[in-house]
């Protein structure tokens, strides 16, 4: 007799930001960026740009999400790209960012990141971005960031 095997059914879906997700994107955003953000800078940016916060949620889990500002209607900037270190190389980056795109449909996108986060450019450079130029003492920290660009027409 065949072995039963068990089916689990996984549903991911990516939608906006909601009050009742903070605390979990929150906690994304900590174990993920190494700036540190209160909860009140997410609800801030919240209220900045309503639509530009998006969430991939799992079976009922937050599991990334992703915050972008359009400060006019030809750019949009990418300010915090996360996903939980669980959920990590199953397309849950590439699902943010694609709907994101899909919602915002901008000639120039650009993001700032850190020098030294080979994963996260790589993972824009597999979107399409190029590193534009390096910004010295960008972060709190002084660190320096690649500003990084992709411009589609
Ligand atoms: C960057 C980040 C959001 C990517 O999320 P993800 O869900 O793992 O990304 P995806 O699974 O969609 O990856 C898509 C592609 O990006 C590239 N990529 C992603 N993570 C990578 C890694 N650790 N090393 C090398 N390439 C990587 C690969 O080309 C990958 O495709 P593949 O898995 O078929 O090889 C995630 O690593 C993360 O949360 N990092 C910490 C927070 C951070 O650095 N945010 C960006 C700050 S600007």
Redesign the pocket.
């Known amino acids: 007799m065949p072995k039963e095997r068990s089916r689990v059914q996984i549903h991911m879906a990516i939608r906006k930001f909601r009050y009742e997700d903070l605390e979990e994107v929150a906690e ?1 955003a900590s174990h ?2 190494q700036e540190k953000y209160t909860l009140d800078f997410f609800l801030y940016l919240w209220q900045i740009s309503p639509d530009g916060f998006l969430v991939a949620e799992k079976n009922g889990k937050v599991v ?1 999400f992703i915050i972008a500002l359009q400060p006019c209607s030809e750019e949009l900037r ?1 300010l ?6 669980n ?11 694609k709907e994101l795109l899909l919602r915002f449909p901008a000639r120039r996108i650009y ?4 020098t030294g ?4 450019i ?6 399409g971005f190029r590193i534009k130029e390096k910004i010295e003492n960008f972060y709190t920290d002084d660190s320096p960031a690649f500003l990084m660009e992709k411009v589609l027409f």
């Open positions: 994304i993920s960026l990334g990418i915090m790209l996360a996903v939980d270190k959920f990590r190389r199953q397309g849950i980056g590439s699902s943010l960012l993001l700032e990141v850190r986060n080979r994963e996260a790589k993972f824009y450079e597999k979107h």
